[in-house]
């Protein structure tokens, strides 16, 4: 089946630094990726659409210039939080899809600590 | 009104119940249904496709009812295993084209 690998799983950094965080589709070619984040005991909370070649669509309260999204290829897209503060804290996850009928598939997640 | 929503529990159950979950959506021209599990800290897995003739996994059935907007999840015989969070999606249309949308997830708790 169809397989997202998103990486780091887990980071900690101090405040002030950016992390970049990866998703890859390894075997099929994601027309549009979805970047997310959710805390604790909260729902998933969609951040931006990425579609390959374009500039991605932010939500609304999502900041376009912490949150870079960059979506070179088919295959990865790159969410970058830059200036990272404590609550920045949080679990993100991405996930890849194929327009038309067929489901999502998520990454397995990057849990980010800031400290 | 949002534009799929669940009812988020949650649903505490003894083990070997029935338990069925609803999901609505707003906009008739929707396409494409899920379900997806998930459990903490965890990421989102695909559980079933939903569709109108309905579809049946085992002890997991799901159906599409256009008419009224909305979709179900049943859990038979269900287990301490099946505890988890049951995320509904539906693509919505969207400028022309698509979009996965995400019910807020309904929290399942199977106790012995």
């Known amino acids: 089946g169809a397989v997202v690998s998103q990486h780091p799983s887990r980071v900690i950094c101090k405040s002030g630094t950016s992390v970049k965080i990866e998703c890859r589709s390894l075997?099929?070619?994601?027309?549009?990726m979805f970047w997310y984040r959710q805390f604790p005991k909260k729902s998933l909370m969609l951040m931006a659409t990425?579609?390959?070649?374009?500039?991605?669509?932010?939500e609304q309260g999502v900041e376009k210039d912490k949150f870079l999204i960059n979506h070179a290829s088919l295959t990865l897209s790159t969410l970058t939080v830059t200036s990272a503060h404590p609550e920045d804290s949080s679990f993100y996850i991405c996930?890849?899809?194929?327009?038309?009928?067929?489901?999502?598939?998520f990454g397995n997640g990057t849990r980010l600590t800031v400290t | 009104r949002k534009e799929v929503e669940q009812d988020p529990g949650p649903f505490n159950v003894p083990e070997g119940a029935t338990v069925a979950f609803n999901c609505t959506y707003s906009?008739?021209?929707?396409?494409?249904f899920f379900w997806y599990r998930q459990d903490c800290r965890k990421e989102p897995k695909l559980l079933m496709s939903?569709?109108?003739s309905g579809n049946e996994d085992g002890r997991f059935t799901a159906q599409l009812n256009r008419a009224s907007q909305y979709i179900s999840l049943l859990i038979r015989d269900s287990k301490l295993s099946d505890s988890a969070t049951y995320l509904c999606?539906?693509?919505?249309?969207?400028?022309?084209?698509?979009?996965?949308?995400f019910g807020r997830g309904t929290s399942l708790i199977v106790h012995p």
């Open positions: 939903v569709y109108s």
């Open positions: 990425s579609n390959e070649g374009s500039k991605a669509t932010y």
């Open positions: 996930s890849a899809w194929v327009t038309g009928s067929r489901p999502l598939h």
């Open positions: 906009n008739s021209a929707s396409q494409s």
């Open positions: 999606v539906v693509n919505l249309p969207s400028g022309g084209s698509y979009i996965p949308t």
């Open positions: 075997d099929f070619q994601a027309t549009t």
